[in-house]
């Protein structure tokens, strides 16, 4: 197909800010794993789709299927509805109270908008 342009389980932005491998990357309301380690303006590649181990707020507890945001400001995971947040996917694990970290499975697609 000539219009092709990728198979979107990945996307190429410009960082915004430096980003390691691993982490959770907000640009605007499109979320994703950085697939390697970018410098501010440098190109980095983000995985939109599959399940990740990410950081999350610690003083929460996910059930399986709960909605999870990302707070853009730290790319942190959380399941609060603040305002900014971004709906990123669900928790596929159950995460305790405290927790550095949870199973998120990503959504893939940006929604309407910011929480």
């Known amino acids: 197909m000539k219009n092709l342009v990728s198979d979107g389980n990945t996307i190429t932005i410009t960082a915004a800010a430096d980003a390691v491998s691993g982490q959770l990357v ?3 309301l499109l979320a994703g794993v950085a697939q390697g380690d970018a410098l501010t303006g440098a190109s980095l590649v983000l995985a939109i789709g599959g399940t ?6 610690s ?3 996910w059930t399986v299927g ?3 945001y990302a707070v853009p400001a730290t790319g942190l995971c959380t399941t609060a509805t ?3 947040n971004v709906l990123v ?3 596929a694990a159950v995460a305790a109270n405290p927790s550095a ?3 998120v499975r990503l959504n893939g ?3 309407a908008a910011a929480v």
């Open 26 to 28: 907000v640009a605007g």
């Open 52 to 57: 990740y181990e990410l950081s999350k707020t």
């Open 59 to 61: 003083a929460q507890a």
């Open 66 to 68: 709960q909605a999870i």
């Open 82 to 84: 603040t305002a900014g």
């Open 89 to 91: 996917g669900v928790a």
């Open 101 to 103: 970290t949870g199973i």
């Open 109 to 111: 697609t940006a929604p």
